[in-house]
Nanobody, 129 residues
């Protein structure tokens, strides 16, 4: 199993930037695909971006393309989400999630949160207008 802990959230003005981190412990992080989800108040948790175990493949939802960048350093057991040009609609609790590398066969991401087995506690991002 792997345990995930997010950090890096905060309050920022529109147009600003934040970098979220997701530190994994337990089994080696390189054995897991990772993703970031977010949940705004009163809304369901939604998929934001995913990254394959090696970091070679990524997938972003349209609303964050060109503004967010996902990355990982398996040697440090850490994943990152660089968020630039933040907008008020990006305000949410951001979660890091992971799934075992072979869980989906040749596929490396899913957009449904119930497909991921490991979750962090979340880090709050608030963007003021």
């Amino acid at each position: 199993q792997v345990q995930l802990v997010e950090s890096g959230g905060g309050l920022v003005q529109a147009g600003g930037s934040l970098r979220l981190s997701c530190v994994a412990s337990g089994r080696s992080f390189r054995n897991y695909h990772m993703a970031w989800f977010r949940q705004a108040p009163g809304k369901e948790r939604e998929f934001v971006v995913a990254l394959s175990w090696s970091g070679a493949m990524s997938y972003y939802v349209d609303s964050v393309k060109g503004r967010f960048t996902i990355s990982r350093d398996n040697a440090k057991n850490t994943g990152y989400l660089q968020m630039n040009d933040l907008k008020p609609e990006d305000t949410a609790l951001y979660f890091c999630a992971a799934a075992w590398i072979r869980k989906w066969g040749s596929f490396w991401y899913r957009e449904s949160d119930d497909e991921y087995d490991y979750w962090g506690q979340g880090t709050q991002v608030t963007v003021s207008s």
